[in-house]
């Protein structure tokens, strides 16, 4: 289903688009997904924009880590130095809010809200690795708080391709709505060139 349209005061929300996160072996190349991020977050400077970068990270001493019991352990004891750094070529840029999560949702026990709603933020367009778990927590915490969710479907991916197309298929309809980053590009209005 196309989107509709986006709210005049929407941000950019990317997850994850970090350097440990995108070596990790996923369903569709990452590096395409880093490019179609990078695309909108070019559209979304150029329109003057937010552009938010999240990434996860941890204390050295991973004191900070949640470790509640489950099957299958989400952070190994031991990340490499660049874990959370973001590749150049997505920024942080000047003006960029850059935003430290610790758990799988951009919203939990950060001030992402906080950075939004100064900002008048009414709706996000959300994107990044990977889409059942930043992505999607992500989304379900902004659509908890009344934001308009967009999700950009060619920007995101995740290391599992079945948990990818539910969270799309199944679940997103239900939060928000999902597009390509063509159709989101071509929505944002372009800043008028004063002579």
């Known amino acids: 289903m196309p989107i509709t349209s986006l ?3 929407t941000a950019l929300v990317l997850i994850d688009l ?5 070596r990790m072996p996923t369903a569709h190349p990452s590096a395409e997904v880093l490019r179609n991020a990078v695309r909108l977050a070019e559209a979304f400077r150029h329109s003057g924009r937010p552009v938010v970068l999240v990434h996860v990270a941890f204390a050295p001493d ?5 470790r509640p019991r489950a099957d299958a352990p989400r952070i190994p004891s031991a990340l490499p130095a660049d874990f959370a750094d973001f590749p150049a070529e997505l920024g942080p840029e000047s003006g960029d809010i850059v935003v430290t999560k610790h758990h799988w949702g951009a919203f939990y026990a950060t001030d992402l809200d906080l950075q939004l709603r ?3 933020v009414t709706g996000v367009v959300l994107a990044g690795i990977s889409t059942s778990i930043g992505v999607e927590s992500t989304a379900r915490e902004a659509h908890d ?8 479907a060619d920007a995101t991916t995740d290391l599992h391709l079945p948990s990818h ?5 199944v679940l997103f309809p239900r939060l928000a709505e999902v597009g390509r980053v063509d159709e989101i590009v071509s929505l944002l209005p372009q800043p008028v060139l004063q002579p």
């Open 118 to 120: 100064r900002r008048g």
């Open 145 to 152: 708080r009344a934001y308009n969710v967009t999700v950009a």
């Open 18 to 22: 970090q350097v440990g996160v995108l």
């Open 62 to 66: 991973g004191g900070d880590t949640l």
């Open 7 to 9: 709210d005049s005061q």
């Open 165 to 169: 197309e539910h969270s799309l298929s």
